[in-house]
């Protein structure tokens, strides 16, 4: 019974470590992603639309906040993917220092953009909601200003990147630089614990007690599941983009652009 289970668990362990060396191959890494991103588009924008009719059409004005607490729909979750991204980022990054995986380089600085997207969306939607409530657009605030040099770190990163020609070399110094960065996660994380500040805590908990209506949590629970799908969708679109640019003078490009015309 021993042999056949070490037979039997062989193969699921190759399978494993075949998949992982394809995803580094960029003709089968361009190939097998395609297949997911129109649905993963399809997802997000239905998830989006969903979430958004909850929230801005059918759900309450607060009580206290008014109708300005819609902002929280664009606010929280592009909050929370701002720091998603970085941290993803950090992680790619690292593989991509340690192994040398250029599609792993390619994702992490394709992330970069994405995560700076999202967390002009946060400071942005964070000024208007602060009007109303605080009686100002901007305050030098703790979680206000860590969330200002998260977004001076994602435009580092792709200055850097951009700034170096040689593509690997690039990556290698804009990943280290992601990596160094990660060390202001925490500072934005825990600065209402840390420091005395304007901006609220947090008002949800995973293991429960979230001190937010349902009325309220759900639709912004789903902006934010939908806005993971909009990353994946666009971080795959733009890493298959910067492979084609990478790779424009290969045989395996030059394929696709004939099956495409």
């Not at 969903?50 to 592009?78: F, T």
């Not at 390619?106 to 409530?133: C, D, E, K, N, Q």
């Not at 949800?204 to 759900?218: Q, R, T, V, Y």
């Amino acid at each position: 019974m021993n042999t056949k289970t070490a037979k039997i668990a062989k193969p699921r362990k190759n399978a494993l470590v075949m998949f992982i060396h394809k995803m580094g191959s960029p003709p089968w890494f361009y190939n097998f992603t395609g297949k997911f991103i129109p649905w993963l588009w399809l997802i997000f924008g239905v998830l989006a639309a969903w979430g958004l009719y909850l929230g801005l059409v059918k759900g309450p004005a607060d009580y206290l906040q008014g109708e300005s607490v819609r902002i929280i729909y664009l606010h929280v979750p592009a909050a929370w993917m701002s720091m998603l991204i970085y941290s993803t980022m950090a992680v790619m990054a690292f593989i991509a220092l340690v192994w040398r995986i250029r599609i792993v380089e390619i994702l992490a600085m394709t992330s970069a953009p994405i995560g700076a997207a999202f967390t002009i969306v946060t400071l942005t939607a964070g000024s208007l909601w602060g009007r109303p409530t605080w009686g100002t657009y901007w305050v030098w605030d703790a979680r206000l200003t860590s969330e200002l040099v998260l977004l001076f770190l994602y435009l580092g990163v792709i200055g850097l990147y951009n700034a170096i020609d040689e593509p690997r070399k690039a990556a290698r110094a804009a990943c280290l630089l992601s990596l160094v960065g990660a060390v202001n996660l925490p500072i934005i994380h825990y600065s209402v614990k840390w420091w005395n500040t304007l901006h609220q805590g947090s008002s949800i908990s995973l293991l429960g007690g979230s001190s937010i209506d349902a009325s309220i949590l759900w639709p912004m629970l789903i902006v934010a599941v939908a806005a993971k799908f909009f990353y994946a969708a666009n971080l795959l679109t733009r890493a298959r983009v910067k492979l084609l640019e990478q790779d424009m003078r290969k045989g395996w490009v030059r394929d696709v652009l004939k099956e495409k015309n």
